[in-house]
């Protein structure tokens, strides 16, 4: 079967591992030898969609990880301690961009504590009296000490109360608005001792799965829509198409994923939502799209947008706006007023850091460190702002190309990087399917 990604499959369990690591570097934040102001990119500036001609625009967040006990800014700023800001900003700037729908594919809380729960249900509902009907699901972090019982019952409002039908083996449900099916997936991955459906299987490890029963109750859902001419989104937390997901214990794995994808791909689904690993990525095998959401709370701070009309699906990726809903919202904080300027600002930052303590090992000239940080943060700018496959001969040619690579020789971001440039999918900055 033929897969294509982001990245080359070989190497995906470090990077991935890598990936992780920068992105709660970045989260974290430095707080100490920013660059200089004139070397630091400015922020793109986020302008809205036009909305689709006729159609509905539905918003997908991932692994939003609300922290409401995080919040301490007495010490080193950091992307995590803004995390209650930055749940605001995306339900705001989902309306503003004129989404109906949002879906949220897991990792909804930083721990299954009821208190975070509730600090997210209670933006939820603000979001909904607004006009954005809220779909969420359970993620590896959402459950224990908090049991599917009691996911359902929090987040009753959020999907369990309009669906069509329940699994009553998982908290995945099925709604139909319109023509629209959203098969909503729970693919655990959460503690056993947090499942507690009269329905669920005891499983004596916390490895994501889907059980046979899931399964059957799932083609029923699609049986359903094919009898009744309705188009699926499917959604879940982890994922099926990245090879890591096929490796028992990995973190990544997904018993029964396999079967799940290719129940997709027999009833025509073209669209897979998932979240998981932290990172924007697009995966194809055989007609079926996966779609990867970043980490709502780590640079740069993203989430999609679906375009459903009668002829396509279109998938677009885009950047909170914090600025403008920190000035909307007569915030008084400078970070949050500047926040694009201030993430690029701790990324250069992160870059130069990184490069000085490569060069330790493997010493560059004080120039070939410059000329190597910028090369860095020019490819790990490009990187997450979609464009790096269209712009490897560019930074392929740039003057730290080469002192990069050899300060960075034995480190992994020495393979990692150059691995990335060379693979980065074209997909990244939005395609469109057929519908």
């Known amino acids: 079967m033929k897969r294509s990604g982001q990245k080359a499959f070989s190497l995906l369990t470090p990077l991935l591992m890598l990936a992780a690591a920068l992105l709660c570097v970045l989260a974290l934040g430095f707080s100490g030898g920013a660059a200089p102001a004139e070397t630091i990119a400015p922020a793109p500036v986020l302008s809205p969609l036009a909305p689709p001609p006729a159609g509905l625009r539905i918003a997908v967040a991932s692994d939003t990880h609300l922290d409401p006990d995080n919040t301490d800014r007495s010490g080193s700023l950091s992307e995590t301690v803004y995390n209650m800001e930055i749940m605001d900003a995306m339900l705001w700037d989902a309306r503003e961009q004129g989404a109906e729908l949002l879906l949220i594919t897991g990792d909804l809380c930083n721990s299954g504590k009821e208190n975070k729960h509730a600090a997210l249900t209670e933006k939820l509902r603000?979001?909904?009296?607004?006009?954005?009907?809220?779909?969420?699901?359970?993620?590896?972090?959402?459950?224990?000490?908090?049991?599917?019982?009691?996911?359902?019952?929090?987040?009753?409002?959020?999907?369990?109360?309009?669906?069509?039908?329940?699994?009553?083996?998982?908290?995945?449900?099925?709604?139909?608005?319109?023509?629209?099916?959203?098969?909503?997936?729970?693919?655990?991955?959460?503690?056993?001792?947090?499942?507690?459906?009269?329905?669920?299987?005891?499983?004596?490890?916390?490895?994501?799965?889907?059980?046979?029963?899931?399964?059957?109750?799932?083609?029923?859902?699609?049986?359903?829509?094919?009898?009744?001419?309705?188009?699926?989104?499917?959604?879940g937390h982890y994922n099926l198409l990245p090879e890591i997901s096929h490796e028992p214990g990995s973190g990544y794995y997904v018993e029964n994923g396999e079967r799940f994808a290719e129940l997709l791909r027999q009833y025509g689904v073209p669209l897979y939502l998932s979240g998981h690993m932290h990172m924007r990525a697009v995966y194809r095998e055989d007609g079926l799209t996966e779609q990867l959401t970043e980490c709502l709370i780590a640079y740069p701070t993203g989430y999609t947008l679906l375009d459903l009309t009668e002829e396509a699906l279109s998938v677009t990726p885009r950047r909170v706006d914090v600025d403008a809903w920190a000035e909307a919202s007569r915030q008084t904080d400078p970070v949050l007023l500047r926040f694009a300027d201030w993430q690029e600002q701790t990324m250069q930052t992160y870059c130069r850091t990184t490069v000085g303590a490569m060069a330790e090992r493997n010493p560059i000239s004080a120039a070939e460190k410059g000329a190597a940080a910028d090369f860095f943060y020019a490819a790990m700018r490009a990187y997450w702002d979609g464009s790096l496959a269209s712009r490897r001969d560019t930074v392929r040619s740039m003057a730290g190309y080469d002192a990069f690579f050899r300060c960075a020789e034995g480190y992994s971001y020495g393979w990692w990087l150059r691995d990335l440039i060379e693979s980065e999918s074209p997909d990244l900055p939005g395609y469109t399917l057929p519908r």
């Open 126 to 235: 603000a979001a909904e009296e607004t006009g954005l009907a809220v779909y969420v699901l359970p993620g590896n972090h959402d459950l224990a000490p908090i049991k599917q019982t009691d996911f359902a019952r929090l987040y009753e409002a959020f999907g369990y109360d309009e669906a069509c039908s329940r699994d009553p083996a998982s908290l995945s449900y099925c709604v139909v608005r319109g023509d629209l099916m959203l098969l909503m997936m729970d693919t655990g991955g959460y503690a056993a001792g947090a499942i507690d459906l009269p329905g669920a299987a005891a499983r004596p490890d916390n490895e994501a799965f889907f059980s046979d029963a899931t399964l059957r109750w799932a083609e029923e859902q699609l049986q359903r829509a094919q009898r009744e001419g309705l188009f699926v989104l499917a959604a």
